[in-house]
């Protein structure tokens, strides 16, 4: 079954960087987009990062672009996030979810989330 | 605030039909792209109900269905159950944002 499994999350101070993992099994990793999204405490869903099944392209939502990277290393099936300059507006569950396509779109399979709090 | 503007909230009694609605614009739905909905449960990941604007995967009951017009798209569940109580959110793609992925505010569902 298909699961996906994040880790990596903690406390961190503002301006710090943090890396996400997700580690995913159950299906063909490199046949599949996949996306982190994350959720503030009590608040809405926000979309973050899409990266194509192969690597080749990456896209962002503006409140992250320059700040995190998103990549992927299908000979290990893990899927990275990368949070440089950290704010305290990133503070938030974090979720690696896979792309019903292999390129973007809607989300198939979400892990359980990891959770990053920025604080001083 | 979210490029995809969905209510709050929305009620019904059991057995009822409610419907909960995205209204978007030329840059996301209004240009066709895809309208997808999801489930979220208290605590837990969100679920996938309807992609493709009107597409259930596998496993969804055919009480939830989704509609698409013009800037908006809509998700409609009958016979209401309790367990339904959820919230319920819209994504799509918006070309003014550099290809980015969207989702709506979110819909609190409650059963009375």
């Known amino acids: 079954q298909v699961q996906l499994v994040e880790s990596g999350g903690g406390v961190v101070q503002p301006g710090r960087s943090l890396r996400l993992s997700c580690a995913a099994s159950?299906?063909?990793?490199?046949?599949?987009?996949m996306h982190w999204v994350r959720q503030a405490p009590g608040k809405g869903l926000e979309w973050v990062a899409v990266?194509?099944?192969?690597?080749?392209?990456?896209y962002y939502a503006d409140s992250v672009k320059g700040r995190f990277t998103i990549s992927r290393d299908n000979a290990k099936n893990t899927l990275y996030l990368q949070m440089n300059s950290l704010r305290d507006e990133d503070t938030a569950l974090y979720y690696c979810?896979?792309?019903?396509?292999?390129?973007?779109?809607?989300?198939?399979?979400w892990g359980l989330g990891t959770l990053v709090t920025v604080s001083s | 605030q979210s490029v995809l503007t969905q209510p709050p909230s929305v009620s019904g009694a059991p057995g009822q039909r409610v419907t909960i609605s995205c209204t978007g614009s030329?840059?996301?739905?209004?240009?066709?792209?895809?309208v997808h909905w999801y489930q979220q449960l208290p605590g837990t990941a969100p679920k996938l109900l309807i992609y493709?604007?009107?597409n259930r995967p596998s496993g969804v009951p055919d009480r939830f269905s989704g509609s698409k017009s013009g800037t908006s798209a809509s998700l409609a569940i009958t016979g209401l159950q309790a367990e339904d109580e959820a919230d319920y959110y819209c994504?799509?793609?918006?070309?003014?944002?550099?290809?980015?992925?969207?989702f709506g505010g979110g819909t609190k569902l409650t059963v009375l």
């Open positions: 493709g604007n009107n």
């Open positions: 990266i194509w099944y192969d690597g080749s392209n990456k």
């Open positions: 994504q799509s793609y918006d070309s003014s944002l550099g290809g980015s992925e969207v």
């Open positions: 159950g299906f063909t990793f490199n046949n599949y987009g």
């Open positions: 030329s840059s996301n739905i209004g240009a066709g792209y895809d």
């Open positions: 979810a896979r792309s019903i396509t292999l390129v973007r779109g809607a989300v198939d399979f």
